[in-house]
């Protein structure tokens, strides 16, 4: 008898460590991985087999789904990538189909933290004024996308040293130094940064997960105020596990490679 067949929806590290482990612990399961085809190399998986592109919307993923027989949908996007996770959860309910989403926790606060949550990017950018006036550094790491909402007039004065793995397109800040890079990093190698570039203030999105989380160890060794952009919530009635073994373990997946 064939294993079940699973589609899982990646760009994450998540994502990967799934597909592989799904790969050892049940062999005989038909692992797919999607990937959105944003980044000119992106990390894949050892194992399964790797589709790029969208699908062109829900209702053309749930026509994959079917066509493709699949048993499982995992979402293991970025916890903000939000509009693949709504057209997973759309697609997995007319099609039928089982959905799992995989979202490894955010970043938790540290007492010593300067922390300041924000609710989206453009109300990141509004909090930028009462934390640092007219001249102050700002070390944004959200991401290439979104980066319009810190290119109005308001931000003028303000230094952006912009941390993105693909070139970021127009609107951007006025004043921006533009770093490409791609984790992990480390604590030494943040610190070096936050320090040669005069960073007087982090913005980050609440990704969580090891790879990133040097930056807000070192803003906060330096003192830093960090402005957090808090996650999407996860679509309403999507079962959500915090790591790959939670993952296997609700898939019903046990070390014995049996389902
Ligand atoms: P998004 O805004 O939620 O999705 C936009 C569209 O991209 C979706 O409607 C879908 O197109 C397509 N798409 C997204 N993920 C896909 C996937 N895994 N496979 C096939 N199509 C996908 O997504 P995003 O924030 O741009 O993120 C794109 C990808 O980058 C995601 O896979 C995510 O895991 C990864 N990523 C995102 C971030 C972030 O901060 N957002 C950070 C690191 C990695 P259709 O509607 O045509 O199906």
Do not use: C
Request: charged residues 20%; aromatic residues 4%.
């Amino acid at each position: 008898m064939s294993g079940p067949r699973v589609l899982i929806l990646g760009g994450t590290g998540e994502g990967r460590r799934l597909a592989d482990a799904l790969a050892a612990v049940a062999p005989d399961a038909h692992v797919t991985t999607s990937l959105a085809g944003r980044v000119a190399n992106p990390a894949t998986p050892a194992a399964g087999d790797v589709r790029v592109g969208g699908f062109g919307g829900p209702g053309a993923l749930a026509a994959w789904l079917r066509t493709h027989r699949i048993d499982v949908l995992v979402d293991a996007t970025h916890p903000f990538a939000a509009t693949i996770s709504a057209h997973a959860a759309q697609a997995a309910a007319d099609s039928g189909t089982r959905l799992l989403a995989l979202r490894r926790p955010g970043w938790p606060a540290d007492p010593r933290d300067r922390r300041h949550p924000a609710r989206s990017l453009a109300h990141a950018a509004a909090m930028l004024p009462a934390l640092g006036g007219s001249g102050s550094r700002v070390f944004l790491t959200t991401g290439r996308q979104g980066l319009a909402a810190f290119a109005g007039p308001e931000l003028d004065g303000m230094h952006f040293l912009v941390r993105t793995v693909e070139p970021p397109g127009p609107p951007l800040p006025r004043s921006t130094h533009v770093l490409l890079d791609r984790g992990p990093y480390t604590l030494e190698g943040e610190t070096a940064l936050l320090v040669e570039h005069r960073v007087d203030i982090l913005v980050t999105k609440d990704s969580g997960g090891p790879a990133t989380a040097a930056k807000l160890t070192a803003a906060r060794e330096l003192g830093l105020p960090v402005v957090m952009v808090e996650r999407p919530p996860v679509p309403e009635g999507v079962p959500e596990v915090p790591d790959v073994p939670a993952a296997l373990a609700l898939l019903g997946f046990g070390a014995s490679g049996r389902m």
